[in-house]
């Protein structure tokens, strides 16, 4: 039984992780954010329900279920929102797991009550307010003949009260309160989907929670209501909505695999991330060009690698075929940028040249001035190009116009995506997307095609001037530009664009 914690994925426990990387099956309900699954790539995924979207399974379908994985001697991670042993259930789940002699443990997760205190501000236990914190059901179980609650007890409660799952029942509650003698213009917060990047905070009166919760629509859950005086700390302790991209949603059109780089930058800045690839990367169709270049490395005077992606085909490849780093005796190495570089570090290279500006054209300026210096004109050096099947060709055709001999090989495919998730044509559809970030020109003519004037409303960061030019060809508005040339650059940019 693990606690997934409040919503955040970065948020589950390391011992919650190491379970999930060695289970054979994971039970997952829908208040256990699904990117964490990412840990339990071996295992097999089950969702017992999400609200709105799938069947809601029953508690008898779900411990069923446990035990017939269970009995076939397959390790089982019962994935719970928040904590289990908060409102969780878990109890009956861990009495049918007894009663079949079925070990198990029960590994802790970071309930949404205690999630408040770091993410809106909202400390529960205060020295001077609130000395104590009731942990309280807004839905008791169905057919009780009357409510375990004191809900007098609960009125006159020295501290703070945090209501879980109380939307629906939330003018129950608040009427029981208040009549009990509650103060009606007692403080409150209503916090939804906390430490998530779209986290809401409504801050209102006992009185007025009902009609910012009624009906349910206006403020689906997960929610939790926070009632005492220490929901007025929220405005000064507040760090979370005051990041600088909090309430930006941005679409990285990166290729899958990649796009974290971006996105985790951009999240720790506040902003809600949305995947959405528009070009895949893929091997080529024949190796036959690398291979017999590889095979002739000792005749190049240059390497030169375009992307990182070129870097681990063509080394992945060299090894494939029983060779290492010592086929390059005498052969230096270029790249384009860092990002390619620190690929290269990845088998123990360092490039003997790196542009300033990251560009082909620095590239190329490069070699035609060092070649004078060098007392070894152009003409006499051969270089070998590691690139995509498409791109620019300043690098080569410059190389060749200075009489160099350049010989070009297809290290990878960058391949057109031909549809977009159907959520996320909804978002762009909905106007809900703030940016687009295109990291190529191939990704800025690919994304038209697939979504067309859907997002010209959106605002547009482009790795370069080059990319900038192909969306501004195309009728984007692009509002930055990465300087340098870079996945931190474009971050940078966005961020200064944003800045009050």
């Not at 071996?42 to 069947?55: D, L, P, S």
């Not at 001697?73 to 079949?100: H, I, N, Q, Y």
Request: proline share 6%; aromatic share 6%; with cysteine.
């Amino acid at each position: 039984m693990v606690g997934a914690g409040p919503g955040h994925p970065e948020l589950l426990t390391l011992r919650g992780q190491k379970w999930l990387s060695r289970c054979d099956v994971v039970l997952y309900d829908g208040l256990s954010n699904t990117d964490m699954l990412v840990h339990a790539p071996q295992a097999e995924h089950i969702c017992v329900g999400k609200h709105g979207q799938t069947r809601i399974w029953k508690q008898q379908e779900i411990i069923q279920e446990i035990l017939r994985h269970a009995e076939q001697g397959k390790c089982v991670v019962r994935l719970k929102g928040g904590d289990p042993a908060v409102f969780a259930r878990t109890s009956e789940e861990v009495d049918a797991l007894v009663d079949a002699k079925v070990a198990f443990e029960i590994v802790p997760g970071i309930t949404a009550a205690l999630a408040a205190g770091s993410y809106a501000g909202i400390p529960i236990t205060h020295r001077g307010i609130a000395s104590a914190v009731a942990l309280v059901t807004g839905h008791e179980e169905p057919g009780k003949p009357e409510s375990a609650l004191d809900w007098s007890a609960l009125a006159a409660f020295p501290g703070t009260l945090v209501i879980y799952m109380g939307v629906t029942t939330a003018e129950a509650w608040t009427t029981a309160l208040i009549e009990a003698g509650k103060p009606a213009g007692t403080p409150c917060a209503i916090l939804r989907r906390c430490s998530l990047p779209d986290q809401q905070q409504i801050r209102c009166r006992l009185d007025e929670v009902v009609g910012h919760l009624t009906p349910a629509s206006r403020f689906r859950p997960p929610v939790i209501t926070i009632v005492g005086d220490v929901t007025r700390l929220s405005e000064t302790m507040d760090w979370f909505s005051k990041r600088p991209l909090h309430g930006q949603c941005i679409l990285v059109t990166r290729p899958a695999g990649q796009a974290d780089e971006l996105a985790a930058p951009l999240e720790d800045l506040g902003a809600e991330i949305i995947r959405q690839s528009v070009i895949e990367i893929l091997p080529p169709e024949d190796w036959t060009e690398i291979d017999a270049a590889q095979d002739e490395l000792a005749s190049f005077d240059w390497l030169v690698f375009a992307s990182a992606n070129g870097v681990s085909s063509f080394f992945n490849r060299l090894e494939y075929r029983g060779m290492d780093s010592r086929a390059l005796a005498g052969c230096r190495i270029a790249v384009v940028g860092k990002a390619t570089a620190k690929r290269l570090a990845e088998y123990r290279l360092r490039p003997d040249y790196i542009p300033e500006q990251f560009t082909a054209e620095s590239l190329l300026t490069h070699f035609t001035d060092l070649a004078p210096q060098n007392n070894k004109p152009l003409s006499s050096q051969r270089f070998l190009i590691v690139r995509a099947n498409r791109g620019s060709d300043t690098l080569p055709h410059g190389l060749r116009t200075a009489g160099a001999d350049v010989r070009e090989v297809i290290g990878y495919r960058s391949v057109d995506v031909e549809s977009v998730s159907p959520q996320v044509e909804m978002l762009a559809r909905d106007g809900a997307i703030d940016w687009v970030i295109v990291t190529s020109s191939a990704s800025a003519e690919n994304l038209h095609r697939l979504f067309g004037d859907t997002i010209k409303p959106c605002r547009f960061a482009a790795i370069s001037p080059i990319t900038a030019d192909v969306l501004k060809n195309l009728e984007y508005q692009v509002d930055a530009i990465a300087d340098p040339h870079t996945m931190r650059g474009i971050v940078d940019a966005i961020a200064s664009v944003m800045k009050p």
